[in-house]
């Protein structure tokens, strides 16, 4: 507190210090003038509103009195409506009457004016307690008078003791207004002087605003002139009328800040020109690019690198330490190297070592991406000096996930060609080695197991081919199709296979099922690839069923009303949930872990990218040692639908529904 006050005092007297002698001089007559007048004037006012109050306090009482005398015996013999004619006429009649009230002995008012008209008919009898003055005697003979003040102006009231006979009955209170003359008068005296005290005021402020027009203004406004083009805001002008010397002196000041401004413009305008070329090549670029100064502020940022770093939301970015702004995981490997190169004291070998870095940085949210960050340090001319640092930033995900698929890949491919190649291989060297002492059995053996292990080869490389052109971004034509008849071609081609198996083949077909919107080819390379999948992995004595029936389409295409779904359950020797979640992965197979069964690990991965051709998805429920079952939903042909790949974009999936039972069932 007292440091405030001090610093007011401060500004006080900074203030008072600008005016001129005249100034302050005549500031002072005029406060000792004014406090004078207005001096004079209040005692006047208040003079007279005691006065007023004097004759307010008589003109009451002498009101009450006379009153109390004509309805004293009224009261007395209990006419209370005679009582409210008369006090009705009474208060109509007088105008400086602002209200009536009429207690009993205990205080109990009982009737009152104003009142409704509403209360007068029913009851004049009002159930309210007076609140005497506590210095009031009802002994006493003279009214009691005071004055108090409420939001409609200050009332007298007046309370007289009503008896009769001798007897106490009750309290007559008045309430009268102030005289409206003595009233007006008294407010127009304040009027004035408040009009006076302002005036003197209005005419000493306009003579110091004169005083500070013509001399202390002109001082100032040159004063902020010269602060501003010091500080480099060579736009600065003063324009004031003044002759003479002053006058002289704006002038020449104008002058030269506009000498200096036009030296400004020029170099601005070149500066302006490499800037707007570096910053249009920045933005232009495919990798990211931010530029820190010594501080390791940013200065300048492309909208590649705000996309990779994630900054789209931050748009105050200048300015700012780009070590609070960088990803955790970039911060984490970037903060040391960054102050080493920012470090005072480097010399200019250390500096040119330390030129360049380069980070590869997986940064895991809010994209999962893997970044290369360069390093770039800016020296001055001498190069002994950093200037600021050059961040390039490359999102080479794509190239790393292209790399581990192509190691993956070739891995697979070629573990999985290296076996049939070397049973080939073994089985032709031992017929040309040691084909006399073999015998015809022996030959055939070899033979047969030659050409199974071609056909395994053939179907590898045909299956890598399939897959490669389902991934790529060739169309498929899609039309009506029933569904019987790949159903019913697929039962056909397995048919042998199950009788030497001793495996039943069951059809479940709804009977009128409408048609779907598929590609023909597609659809029985799925069902082949599910059928052969299940043969595989049922024993003998088993059963296999595939079921076609309509059904609603939710949720995997919400905006179609009825779907048909597909089914192939086997009773074989079911999958495991730890296999469950990469059984449609490249090259996985059961068998990898059980080696009893061959297979090119890609049938089901054939039929995840065909389906998903159909938009649709491919889900699986199993359960070791009672059976599997495979099932997706396709699409109701509707006439209008567009006969092409991309019909129904409806590439994202949602949860999978209930899944069917893993039983198969004979079709009645």
Request: hydrophobic residues 40%.
């Amino acid at each position: 507190m007292l440091n405030l006050l001090k610093q007011l005092q401060d500004i006080i007297r900074r203030w008072w210090s600008e005016f001129t002698l005249q100034t302050k001089l005549m500031a002072i007559g005029t406060l000792m003038v004014s406090l004078l007048m207005s001096g004079l004037t209040f005692w006047a006012v208040n003079s007279i509103q005691q006065d007023a109050r004097l004759n307010d306090t008589r003109f009451g009482s002498d009101l009450g009195l006379l009153l109390s005398a004509n309805v004293a015996p009224l009261v007395g013999e209990n006419n209370l409506t005679e009582l409210a004619r008369f006090s009705q006429r009474f208060y109509s009649s007088t105008s400086s009457v602002r209200y009536m009230l009429y207690a009993d002995a205990d205080g109990e008012i009982f009737f009152g004016i104003p009142y409704s008209q509403s209360e007068v008919q029913n009851s004049l009898t009002i159930r309210r307690r007076m609140q005497l003055p506590e210095n009031f005697n009802p002994a006493l003979e003279y009214p009691m008078v005071r004055q108090h003040l409420t939001p409609d102006g200050e009332v007298t009231d007046v309370f007289v003791p009503l008896n009769y006979n001798g007897k106490y009955l009750g309290v007559l209170a008045i309430g009268t207004n102030p005289n409206p003359t003595v009233v007006t008068s008294s407010h127009l005296t304040r009027d004035v002087t408040i009009a006076v005290f302002v005036s003197i005021w209005v005419m000493v402020i306009l003579g110091a605003v004169f005083n500070a027009l013509q001399i202390t203004k002109p001082i100032k406004e040159l004063l902020v002139g010269v602060k501003n083009i010091a500080a480099g805001n060579f736009k600065q002008r003063i324009d004031l009328p003044f002759g003479g010397e002053l006058g002289e002196l704006i002038l020449n000041f104008n002058e030269m800040a506009e000498r200096l401004e036009r030296y400004e413009e020029q170099n601005i305008e070149e500066l302006t020109a490499e800037k707007a070329k570096l910053e249009t090549l920045v933005s232009t670029i495919a990798d990211g690019a931010v530029l820190l100064d010594s501080d390791m502020d940013v200065i300048l940022v492309n909208p590649t690198a705000r996309r990779l770093f994630g900054w789209e939301n931050t748009p105050d970015l200048l300015g700012q330490p780009v070590l609070n702004l960088l990803p955790e995981p970039v911060k984490a490997a970037l903060s040391q190297p960054l102050q080493e190169i920012t470090q005072e004291g480097l010399s200019s070998d250390m500096l040119r070592d330390r030129a360049e870095s380069e980070f590869t940085i997986a940064v895991p949210e809010p994209v999962n991406r893997t970044l290369r960050v360069l390093l770039n340090t800016v020296l001055d001319q001498s190069r002994e000096n950093v200037k600021g640092i050059a961040i390039t930033v490359q999102d080479i995900t794509r190239e790393v996930e292209l790399n581990e698929a192509k190691s993956q890949f070739i891995s697979n491919v070629s573990h999985e060609l290296r076996t049939p190649l070397f049973n080939i291989k073994s089985f032709i060297e031992t017929l040309h080695e040691y084909g006399e002492d073999l015998s015809n059995d022996e030959k055939r053996e070899f033979l047969e197991t030659a050409n199974r292990e071609t056909d395994r080869l053939t179907r590898l490389v045909n299956d890598v081919l399939d897959l490669s052109r389902l991934e790529s971004n060739k169309r498929y034509h899609f039309e009506a199709i029933d569904l019987t008849q790949p159903i019913e071609q697929t039962l056909r081609t397995h048919q042998l296979n199950a009788r030497d198996k001793a495996i039943e083949l069951v059809q479940d077909v709804e009977l009128h099922l409408p048609t779907v919107l598929g590609n023909y080819d597609l659809l029985l390379q799925v069902l082949n690839n599910l059928l052969g999948n299940a043969l595989k992995f049922t024993q003998a004595g088993g059963r296999i069923a595939i079921r076609a029936y309509a059904m609603g389409c939710e949720p995997e295409h919400p905006h179609l009303a009825t779907c048909v779904r597909v089914e192939v359950s086997d009773t074989g020797i079911g999958i495991d949930a730890e296999d469950q979640a990469c059984i449609f992965d490249r090259f996985f197979r059961v068998e990898n872990r059980v080696h009893t069964l061959e297979g090119t690990g890609l049938g089901l991965s054939i039929v995840r990218n065909i389906i998903e051709k159909h938009h649709s998805r491919v889900h699986l429920v199993s359960e070791v040692g009672v059976g599997t079952t495979f099932w997706f939903d396709l699409p109701v042909f509707q006439k209008d639908t567009p006969l092409l790949d991309g019909a129904l974009n409806n590439g994202k999936t949602t949860d999978s529904p209930a899944p069917p039972s893993l039983e198969p069932q004979v079709a009645k």
